[in-house]
């Protein structure tokens, strides 16, 4: 399995600010995905991120909001833009290996006062 | 696309036997059964992938009956380490879709 990293582990951001998530593989992998879990909540797929092009998104959201960037099959990140308390949550990211088994990263835990 | 109903959550002590039971009544040919483990403040870890009858790994083991409309994760003795939220998932591996589409999941607690 991949060992997958992300920073920051956590941060405080004011609202109308952006902040980027790195999620670093070990491994070249072809799919990585990115979820959002609020507390207590199941998880939700923002989009996939393709490496060379440009991410797919899920219904309700969009690439303005959450830019995504996969420079190559080892690498990735999401910026959540202009955010507000609703941006509060935990943003994972994960590789899919070829039965599509995911391995996630951490998390990073986001809060927006 | 194979919708999945787990119970909310369950309660069990240490050293029993655990079984967790996934409904999915419009699983497709194609669909397989994905299980996965998560912990407070982690991400969900992989347990258990199958498509019929019975899968056994390390971790667990995954009950399928013939008509494939439900799952059962089975957890032997479990411990209080064991305590996490369940989730299982079903979709074709072939496409992303419902492989990537976490449902409420169960929160399993272990008492001493």
């Known amino acids: 399995s991949a060992v997958i990293s992300q920073k920051p582990s956590r941060d405080i951001c004011q609202r109308g600010t952006s902040l980027t998530i790195q999620c670093q593989v070990d491994?070249?992998?072809?799919?990585m995905f990115w979820y959002r879990q609020q507390p207590g909540q199941s998880l939700t797929l923002i989009a996939t991120?393709?490496?060379?092009?440009?991410?797919?998104?899920e219904s309700g959201f969009v690439i303005d909001k959450f830019p995504i960037s996969r420079p190559n099959l080892t690498f990735s990140t999401l910026t959540v833009s202009n955010m507000s308390p609703e941006d509060s949550s935990i943003y994972l990211c994960s590789v899919g290996q070829a039965d599509y088994e995911q391995y996630f990263g951490p998390g990073t835990r986001l809060t927006v006062t | 696309l194979a919708k999945t109903t787990q119970p909310i959550s369950m309660d069990s002590y240490e050293g029993q036997e655990v079984n967790i039971t996934c409904s999915h009544n419009n699983i497709a040919t194609n669909d397989y059964i994905t299980w996965y483990q998560q912990f407070p403040s982690q991400g969900p870890r992989f347990i258990i992938q199958g498509y019929k009858t019975k899968v056994t790994n390390e971790v667990a083991s995954l009950f399928i009956p013939a008509d494939r409309k439900s799952s059962t994760l089975s957890l032997p003795r479990v411990s209080l380490s064991d305590t996490a939220v369940y989730y299982c998932l079903v979709g074709d591996k072939n496409n992303a879709g419902n492989m990537l589409t976490f449902g409420g999941g169960t929160r399993l607690m272990v008492k001493p």
């Open positions: 491994s070249q992998v072809t799919m």
């Open positions: 991120a393709n490496q060379g092009s440009e991410a797919t998104y």
